[in-house]
């Protein structure tokens, strides 16, 4: 097998953070020109403040941690967030004494999801908790939760602003959902790539390790190692991206099984640029290509089977390519096997794939193939080295 490693000039921007924070300053005082303008500023970044730990969710703990900035944008002395079934947080006056009745003042909006109201009676003179404005948190139209905004008035303002404050908390709680179904929906999408290409590649590494038991224990035993490695890594249950260097290592492991049953029939070449390995990547994203690469590149063909995998550098990008000498395959077919209109044997995950990298990163980066009958297959991949919401962790 040969290793080819490229080499690419590493330029470094200096001074970059400090000139970012003074425009940032900066529009500060521009936007401070006049009081509605600051006050229009302060709004939007107490929103911002506010918004984060509620992406993760209705939970106790992003509902404490937003608390103190929902309270900000409603001016109210206490504010209280409630889910369906309990008191999350309540945040301001009367904390020690109103604290315990909040789930009760939400009770009803939580049944019937209607604003309420409330006259608050308290013994203390000096607490300024006399009313209460209890609003409905809302998911796809359910109600999920109330937020409570208290103070010494029930102003229609105070209604208005509550009203407009749990609308935006709504959103919030909208985008949480969305991304823990693109989570669930990435986590079904692997384990169905799982169930297609493992019991195909379990099956021909464990009789080729088998082969070599007798003949050649040592190599059995380092065989049975590498299997190891590529399968917990493969059937890991953390994470929904890894680094490429990890992505390669296993497809390492994995050409190293396949070169143990095929001998010199496989050839590969890696060409590997080292500024791309620590490039964050969708788990299993490459390893389907390889596989149906060495299927097309070698089982399907007489003689020896050359593949070309290259990762290189292109500014913002990194630009891979798994490349097969095969048969190739019809392009109007592969089309209807990338939209999901047929299934082939031959296309082991590329409709996965190229989903998966869809959802990820856009349209623009799906899977490019070029193959016609009897000219081979090049898969060609397109990955932002940075892009919101993906890291290797």
Request: aromatic share 6%; charged share 25%.
């Amino acid at each position: 097998m040969e290793y080819l490693v490229g080499s690419a000039v590493v330029a470094a921007l200096v001074g970059v953070p400090a000139i970012v924070l003074w425009r940032v300053m900066r529009g500060r005082r521009e936007l401070g020109t006049s009081p509605a303008e600051r006050a229009t500023f302060e709004t939007l970044h107490t929103a911002s403040l506010a918004g984060p730990p509620l992406r993760a969710g209705l939970t106790a703990d992003g509902a404490e941690r937003a608390s103190r900035h929902l309270r900000t944008l409603l001016n109210s002395a206490a504010l209280a967030i409630t889910d369906g079934e309990r008191l999350l947080v309540y945040d301001g006056a009367g904390d020690d004494h109103h604290a315990d009745q909040a789930f009760e003042h939400a009770a009803a909006t939580l049944k019937d999801g209607r604003i309420q109201v409330l006259t608050i009676d308290c013994d203390l003179l000096e607490c300024p908790i006399r009313h209460a404005v209890v609003v409905p948190l809302t998911t796809d139209d359910r109600v999920v939760g109330a937020l409570a905004a208290y103070g010494q008035n029930a102003s229609a303002g105070l209604v208005r602003a509550a009203q407009e404050v749990a609308g935006w908390v709504d959103s919030q709680l909208e985008l949480a959902e969305l991304d823990r179904s693109r989570t669930l929906l990435m986590e079904a999408e692997v384990r169905a790539l799982r169930a297609q290409i493992s019991p195909h590649f379990i099956y021909n590494s464990l009789t080729t390790i088998a082969s070599f038991v007798r003949t050649d224990p040592e190599r059995a035993r380092e065989l049975l190692l590498e299997f190891a490695d590529f399968t917990r890594y493969s059937f890991r249950r953390h994470g929904e991206f890894t680094t490429l260097a990890e992505e390669l290592r296993s497809i390492d492991r994995y050409l190293t099984l396949e070169r143990a049953r095929f001998g010199d029939q496989l050839q590969v070449t890696l060409r590997i640029a080292p500024e791309v390995l620590p490039v964050a990547v969708p788990f299993l994203c490459l390893q389907p290509l390889v596989e149906n690469a060495v299927r097309h590149g070698l089982e399907s063909k007489d003689g020896v089977g050359r593949i070309t995998i290259i990762a290189e550098d292109a500014g913002a990008e990194c630009r891979i390519s798994v490349e097969d000498d095969g048969l190739g395959m019809d392009p109007e077919k592969l089309r209807r096997v990338l939209a999901g209109d047929i299934a082939s044997a031959g296309g082991v995950g590329l409709a996965n794939v190229d989903e998966r990298l869809r959802h990820v990163y856009g349209d623009e980066y799906g899977l490019v193939v070029e193959t016609a009958n009897g000219a081979g297959t090049k898969v060609n991949v397109r990955l932002p080295k940075y892009h919101p919401g993906v890291s290797a962790r």
